[in-house]
């Protein structure tokens, strides 16, 4: 890495006489004087920016205007915005005002500095970089640069009937995803590769999950970043928006911050240089550490902040796996996380929400928590108290582990949803604490029911499956997630004002969220299929709809069908599939549907 740009102090020289020894004559004192070159106080200059060049005149829309910048000014620790703060203020076409931090990156000797900033209007903007060190502070000349139309939607918010998410310009996303960690430690050696986002992106997921390993390490020091791991931040911001996929940022897995709580790999925190200051019970209420949190947080904001495939803040990862919950005070823990919290919902200049998490067993219900974020991130994993079979060798008349399954997400995100006034998702579930394991019949199938049992009880994504890797491909990233998304795609989440309805299936499990111009849902029945069964839906108003039946497993619709909503219910009958022309056609265990008013 490339020394910082320091200014060396000047030093003002002067010349001083000394007095001569008493047995030196005359004619020594008069020509022979000893003249020392004594140093006296360093002159104070202020900072100067030398230049500030834009890599484009011209920008779409919420695409990276990026700035370059040689600059001289005094301080030790160019991370450090307390010796010096870089900051631009981006004047809109329309007058508003955006003040955006900039930061230290030494990727050219000729502009250490950088400040990255993405454009939410066409037109004109206008910007001016100012910095400021101990000795003062200087501004740039002022420049322009010309915003022009783009594809992109912007970036993506909390929308207005507070459950789901929008872009910037209204338009709904719901996300469809996965964890998929890169575990990046060495150069050139993570694990996230342009081959699976292509693969990811092809099977329909339009974001990932990961946690990076810390910026801070023992080699860069507290308060200092490594600037090969931050390299690598920006490669796969890059290739996330080459995607148009989003990224949600899990900023503390519970491992770095724990010294054993779970043991194994569970157990980082003592090659976290916050350990230099605080012990790992006292990590969330240490005021030093967080004191370097915040400038941490700051320095994310001001370089990663721009994109628009940022859109999770997942502030922290099971809490409970950490020794600052297990020993420490809970309402210190709570407080930290209110105050991380309040920090990206003040600094982040596009508004992006945040989110946290216990672990997913059922005692692991965290209410304070699903207060404090603004998603409500709950964990499962059934096998660590949910409700499962208690045998593990089924006939015809024993429990269904699958029904257990997709009814215990059914049940978490009906609790989120009548509990918190936010969207809800499950943020971690899967693989190894389920009833299946990853190549077991049954696995697949528990995904597949976790996608639709989300979706019909109010999740604003797809649960946060763990996680994306070759040994588990073939039983998760299947077809699944394409014909889910699919479905989802033409439903207005965003701007329709959904609540759960009324359903009644008879030996089948049904949900289903219902808008006055929309109605979705699913039904299930894993042991004999839902062929021929009818579901009912009530509190609908008289008149004709049209009902769309979708097969789950294969991706495609049944023809319509105009079905009378009369007494205020709604009755539809699932046909059976025969065999046609030789063929083989089955409904299968489930189907979704939607209903809209026929006008």
Not at 297 to 309: D, K, N
Not at 437 to 462: D, R, V
Request: hydrophobic share 35%; glycine share 10%; aromatic share 14%.
């Amino acid at each position: 890495m490339q020394r910082p740009m320091q200014r060396v102090p000047n030093l003002r020289f002067e010349i001083r006489n000394s007095r001569p020894h008493a047995r030196q004559g005359s004619l020594l004192m008069a020509v022979g004087m000893m003249c020392l070159m004594i140093p006296v106080a360093a002159v104070a200059k202020p900072p100067s920016i030398l230049s500030a060049r834009a890599d484009s005149a011209q920008v779409g829309l919420y695409e990276k205007f990026e700035l370059r910048i040689d600059l001289e000014a005094t301080y030790t620790n160019p991370f450090d915005p307390e010796q010096i703060d870089l900051k631009a203020e981006f004047t809109a076409p329309s007058g508003r005002k955006w003040n955006v931090w900039g930061f230290y990156n030494p990727s050219s000797w000729a502009a250490l500095w950088m400040v990255r900033f993405s454009p939410t209007e066409e037109g004109t903007w206008r910007y001016v970089v100012t910095v400021s060190d101990s000795e003062g502070t200087a501004s740039s000349r002022p420049g322009t640069f010309t915003v022009i139309s783009s594809a992109h939607h912007g970036f993506l918010k909390i929308a207005p009937n507070q459950r789901y998410l929008q872009y910037g310009d209204g338009s709904s996303y719901y996300g469809v995803g996965l964890w998929y960690n890169d575990s990046y430690e060495l150069f050139n050696e993570g694990a996230i590769t342009e081959g699976g986002l292509d693969d990811l992106k092809k099977r329909g997921a339009n974001f990932i999950s990961f946690f990076p390993t810390p910026l801070e390490t023992m080699g860069a020091g507290l308060g200092r970043y490594d600037e090969n791991r931050c390299g690598r931040m920006d490669q796969l911001f890059d290739w996330c928006e080459q995607r148009d996929m989003k990224i949600s940022w899990n900023i503390w897995f519970h491992s770095y911050i724990s010294m054993g709580v779970w043991g194994g790999g569970n157990a980082r925190y003592r090659n976290n240089p916050y350990s230099l200051i605080s012990s790992a019970k006292d990590f969330f209420g240490n005021e030093e550490a967080y004191k370097h949190q915040e400038k941490l947080y700051r320095y994310m904001i001001a370089r990663w902040g721009y994109s628009r495939a940022l859109f999770l803040w997942f502030v922290v990862d099971e809490i409970n796996g950490t020794e600052g919950w297990t020993e420490g005070d809970h309402a210190v823990a709570e407080q930290w996380c209110r105050k991380v919290d309040a920090f990206f919902n003040e600094h982040d200049p596009y508004g992006r929400p945040t989110t946290g998490t216990q672990s997913g067993g059922l005692s692991q219900w965290w209410p304070e928590g699903y207060k404090i974020f603004d998603i409500a991130g709950r964990e499962i994993y059934e096998a660590q108290g949910h409700p499962m079979p208690k045998s593990g060798k089924l006939g015809p008349n024993d429990e269904n582990p699958l029904q257990f399954s997709y009814r215990n997400y059914a049940t978490q995100t009906q609790n989120l949803w009548s509990g918190f006034s936010k969207p809800a998702i499950i943020g971690e579930c899967g693989w190894d604490h389920t009833y299946y394991e990853p190549g077991m019949p049954g696995y697949l199938a528990m995904y597949h029911n976790a996608l639709w049992a989300g979706l019909a009880n109010g999740l604003c994504a797809t649960p946060f499956w763990w996680a994306h890797s070759d040994w588990l491909n073939d039983s998760v990233v299947t077809n699944q997630m394409l014909y889910f998304s699919q479905f989802v795609s033409d439903i207005d989440f965003a701007n329709l004002n959904l609540e759960p309805a009324e359903v009644v299936a008879g030996e089948c499990d049904a949900w289903a969220m219902k808008s006055d111009k929309l109605i979705f849902g699913w039904v299930v029945n894993p042991r004999t299929s839902v062929a021929n069964e009818s579901f009912t839906i009530s509190g609908l108003p008289e008149g004709p709809y049209e009902v769309r039946l979708y097969r789950t497993w294969r991706g495609a619709y049944l023809d319509p069908q105009t079905i009378e909503s009369r007494e205020g219910k709604l009755t539809c009958t699932i046909p059976e599939l025969k065999t046609t022309g030789g063929h083989a056609l089955h409904i299968g265990n489930d189907v979704a549907f939607k209903i809209a008013p026929k006008i």
